[in-house]
Nanobody
C-alpha cells in the first residue's frame, strides 16, 4: 500500500508565499500537485518526473508556483508565491508510475488533500 501525505497548508495573505510538502511511501514516483476549489473541478497545477529533471506547469500558475523534489527524503514540494484569493482550494499530491503531466487518470495514488486559504 502506497501512502501519500501532504503538509504545509493553512492561511496566507494575498501576495504572500506558502510552501506545501508531500511524502510518498515506497518507490520513487513521478509526482503531481492538484487543487480543487469549492464548486469547481479538480485541476492540475504542476508535475515533476521521478528524477526531478523534468517539470510541467499549468498556465494558471506558471511563474508563481515552483515544484521541486528531494529524493533522499522522498518528498516533493510546491512553492506558492504571489498568492491570490483565487488560489484558495484543497491541494492534493499524487503519485504516478507513468506521467508527471496533467493526465489525472494516470495518477495511481492520492493524498487526502490539505486546505489552503488566501485572504484578501
Amino acid at each position: 500500500q502506497v501512502h501519500v501525505r501532504e503538509s504545509g497548508g493553512g492561511l496566507v495573505q494575498a501576495g504572500g508565499s506558502l510552501r506545501l510538502s508531500c511524502v510518498a511511501s515506497g518507490r520513487t514516483y513521478h509526482m503531481g500537485w492538484f487543487r480543487q476549489a469549492s464548486g469547481k473541478e479538480r485541476e492540475f497545477l504542476a508535475g515533476i518526473s521521478a528524477s526531478g529533471g523534468q517539470t510541467s506547469y499549468a498556465d494558471s500558475v506558471k511563474g508563481r508556483f515552483t515544484i521541486s523534489r528531494d529524493n533522499a527524503k522522498n518528498s516533493v514540494s510546491l512553492q506558492m508565491d504571489s498568492a491570490q484569493p483565487d488560489d484558495t482550494a484543497v491541494y492534493s499530491c499524487a503519485a504516478s508510475k507513468v506521467t508527471w503531466r496533467s493526465y489525472q487518470h494516470l495518477y495511481d495514488y492520492w493524498g487526502q488533500g490539505i486546505q489552503v486559504t488566501v485572504s484578501s
